[in-house]
């Protein structure tokens, strides 16, 4: 179960879009559409804002959304608002019952 | 509403076994198919998952820590507790008790974490 791999940060400026990548391999982002994404502001406790790929809880912002390709997951943030600062991970079902995240991507908002 | 309390020892000595409880309300772990589960954070770097425990006391840990995990269960008391032995300073960070849905692949409510340092 190695971690999922992300890029280490990502920034933009106010109202763009960013995306942020998810790379695992067969045995879990590629085998299972159960990529879930999960926001973490510094200090807090994560919170979920995708699941099964490009679903969202109800309360989150249509301006999150995620995609899936291969062993490839996506988060994309469109419309980047100062508040979305944050750390995200993503987190795939890996077989078995088991889980692994993602090694997280810190955003930034220029 | 759902709502996670994990308590702890704040400081652990090099060998010692960590014991962890999560306190939880707002569902029952009796209910078929939900899950209360760990993960950790090593200050500054990523979330690692670590167990789950389900509602029929099935058990699934992470690969590399299996060996030295233990999660058990006490739904009287609404409660989760997980064991952690041979503590190390690598082991040090925050550790999270969550809450799986029934049936789902995701972690709706995390509780606010305990910190956890090892260190002699």
């Known amino acids: 179960q190695s971690a999922l791999t992300q890029p280490a940060s990502v920034s933009g400026s106010p109202g763009q879009s960013i995306t942020i990548s998810c790379t695992g391999t067969s045995s879990d982002v590629g085998s299972y559409d159960f990529v879930s994404w999960y926001q973490q502001h510094s200090g807090k406790a994560p919170k979920l804002i995708i699941y099964e790929v490009g679903k969202r809880p109800s309360g989150v912002s249509n301006r999150f959304s995620g995609s899936k390709s291969g062993n490839t997951a996506s988060l994309t943030i469109s419309g980047l608002q100062a508040e979305d600062e944050a750390d995200y991970y993503c987190c795939s079902y890996a077989g078995s019952s088991t889980f692994v995240f993602g090694t997280g991507t810190k955003v930034t908002v220029l | 509403q759902i709502t996670l309390k994990e308590s702890g020892p704040p400081l652990v000595r090099p060998t010692q076994t960590l014991t962890l409880t999560c306190a939880f309300s707002g569902f029952s772990l009796t209910a078929n198919g939900v899950a209360v589960g760990w993960i950790r954070q090593p200050p500054g770097k990523a979330l690692e998952w670590l167990a789950l425990?389900?509602?029929?006391?099935?058990?699934s840990y992470s690969s590399s820590l299996k060996s030295r995990l233990t999660i058990t269960k006490d739904t009287s008391k609404n409660q989760v507790v997980l064991t952690m032995t041979n503590m190390d300073p690598v082991d040090t960070g925050t550790y999270y008790c969550l809450h799986r849905p029934d049936g789902s692949t995701w972690f709706d409510s995390w509780g606010q974490g305990t910190l956890v340092t090892v260190s002699s």
């Open positions: 425990i389900y509602w029929n006391g099935h058990q």
